[in-house]
């Protein structure tokens, strides 16, 4: 069993990331390693370049969520951790795919037109071809399993689709180039959404900090945000039917019931009845019980610059190794002379 997972680096990590992703990625490390496989994470930085960045915050965006998947417990001796701009193979192996991707498959794409929107003639060809990319990157390790989200199942298909038709084309029926990689979904993951609207998603972007908690926030900005998240004057209700139409008091639920491992209704048999006075407090003492020690180990790791530098650079020879034969054999299926 071979996972190959991957994350564009945005900057901190805030708590929706954590929950949403990072958590499960722990949580897969460790069952997999239990089982004899291995796991492979990186981060996206080819990707990145798709659209507008500030190279300068690009290197240093690495660096910072490098620091905090370590933090967050990805162990770079149980995993495979690195960036893909280390391994110029990912880049290799899109272009080798690009024969095989076909032009109507991209257009389909729906990420494609949420993120290109009416001005696609203006975006960039490495948006459009985005998904090949995403092909690229779990095909060259012969992955097995892909953990997808509901926005990310539609590129599994589409690099099932590519590797299929490249087997089909260039393979043989006894040795297939590529491995068909299984999508896994994580158990469900706590939706994590603002603290100042509960309709809309946690996210970096939100001009507003008091909208999320970020993992390197200290404990009092941490309770100072969660006594000032948005709610409404109702009481906490004693089973999760009584919060339809809470969007606000359910994202605040919801956030104490993933941290603590437990479900929504059992957070409200224990606050059922009970104001926000008793809740936020509890909440917030929950949120820096569990994310101090994270917060610490990102602020240690991110002041050591040469550490996070030889953890990439040993992710990516590691990586290289394991690259090396599927590319290889692509450009011997395709007839090149290396």
Same mark, same amino acid.
């Given at each position: 069993m071979r996972i190959?997972? *991957?994350?564009?680096?945005? #900057?901190?990590l805030h708590l929706g990331n954590y929950l949403g992703a990072i958590r499960n990625w722990v949580k897969m490390q460790d069952e997999v390693a239990a089982r004899g496989g291995q796991s492979l994470y990186f981060l996206a930085d080819l990707h990145a370049i798709?659209?507008?960045h500030v190279p300068a915050e690009l290197r240093e965006n690495t660096l910072a969520m490098t620091a905090a998947l370590v933090a967050c417990g990805i162990d770079p001796a149980r995993s495979v951790l690195f960036n893909q701009a280390q391994v110029p193979m990912h880049a290799e192996l899109q272009w080798l795919l690009s024969g095989t991707a076909r032009m109507g498959w991209l257009n389909r794409m729906t990420q494609w037109k949420d993120k290109a929107g009416k001005n696609r003639e203006g975006q960039s060809v490495a948006l459009f071809t985005y998904p090949v990319l995403q092909a690229a990157d779990v095909l060259l390790y012969q992955a097995t399993h892909v953990p997808v989200g509901e926005d990310q199942k539609q590129h599994l298909e589409l690099a099932r689709d590519i590797a299929q038709k490249f087997n089909n084309d260039f393979g043989t029926e006894d040795v297939p180039v590529f491995t068909l990689p299984e999508p896994i979904i994580p158990p469900e993951a706590a939706r994590i959404m603002s603290l100042r609207d509960g309709s809309?998603?946690?996210?970096?972007s939100d001009p507003s900090d008091m909208s999320r908690i970020n993992l390197t926030d200290d404990t009092d900005t941490?309770?100072?945000k969660i006594k000032k998240a948005k709610t409404d004057p109702e009481p906490l209700p004693s089973d999760k039917v009584g919060l339809e139409g809470r969007a606000e008091a359910a994202n605040l639920v919801g956030i104490y019931a993933a941290m603590a491992g437990t479900s929504v209704d059992a957070v409200l048999n224990e606050f059922? #009845?009970? *104001?926000?006075?008793?809740?936020k407090p509890a909440l917030g003492e929950l949120l820096v019980e569990s994310l101090a020690p994270i917060g610490a180990r990102f602020m240690e790791l991110r002041q050591d610059r040469e550490a996070l530098d030889a953890i990439l650079a040993r992710g990516a020879l590691k990586a290289r190794e394991l690259a090396g034969p599927t590319l290889a054999a692509v450009y011997a299926a395709l007839g090149l002379v290396r």
């Amino acid at each position: 069993m071979r996972i190959v997972s *991957g994350i564009q680096p945005t #900057g901190n990590l805030h708590l929706g990331n954590y929950l949403g992703a990072i958590r499960n990625w722990v949580k897969m490390q460790d069952e997999v390693a239990a089982r004899g496989g291995q796991s492979l994470y990186f981060l996206a930085d080819l990707h990145a370049i798709s659209q507008p960045h500030v190279p300068a915050e690009l290197r240093e965006n690495t660096l910072a969520m490098t620091a905090a998947l370590v933090a967050c417990g990805i162990d770079p001796a149980r995993s495979v951790l690195f960036n893909q701009a280390q391994v110029p193979m990912h880049a290799e192996l899109q272009w080798l795919l690009s024969g095989t991707a076909r032009m109507g498959w991209l257009n389909r794409m729906t990420q494609w037109k949420d993120k290109a929107g009416k001005n696609r003639e203006g975006q960039s060809v490495a948006l459009f071809t985005y998904p090949v990319l995403q092909a690229a990157d779990v095909l060259l390790y012969q992955a097995t399993h892909v953990p997808v989200g509901e926005d990310q199942k539609q590129h599994l298909e589409l690099a099932r689709d590519i590797a299929q038709k490249f087997n089909n084309d260039f393979g043989t029926e006894d040795v297939p180039v590529f491995t068909l990689p299984e999508p896994i979904i994580p158990p469900e993951a706590a939706r994590i959404m603002s603290l100042r609207d509960g309709s809309a998603k946690m996210s970096k972007s939100d001009p507003s900090d008091m909208s999320r908690i970020n993992l390197t926030d200290d404990t009092d900005t941490i309770m100072a945000k969660i006594k000032k998240a948005k709610t409404d004057p109702e009481p906490l209700p004693s089973d999760k039917v009584g919060l339809e139409g809470r969007a606000e008091a359910a994202n605040l639920v919801g956030i104490y019931a993933a941290m603590a491992g437990t479900s929504v209704d059992a957070v409200l048999n224990e606050f059922g #009845g009970h *104001g926000f006075g008793k809740f936020k407090p509890a909440l917030g003492e929950l949120l820096v019980e569990s994310l101090a020690p994270i917060g610490a180990r990102f602020m240690e790791l991110r002041q050591d610059r040469e550490a996070l530098d030889a953890i990439l650079a040993r992710g990516a020879l590691k990586a290289r190794e394991l690259a090396g034969p599927t590319l290889a054999a692509v450009y011997a299926a395709l007839g090149l002379v290396r």
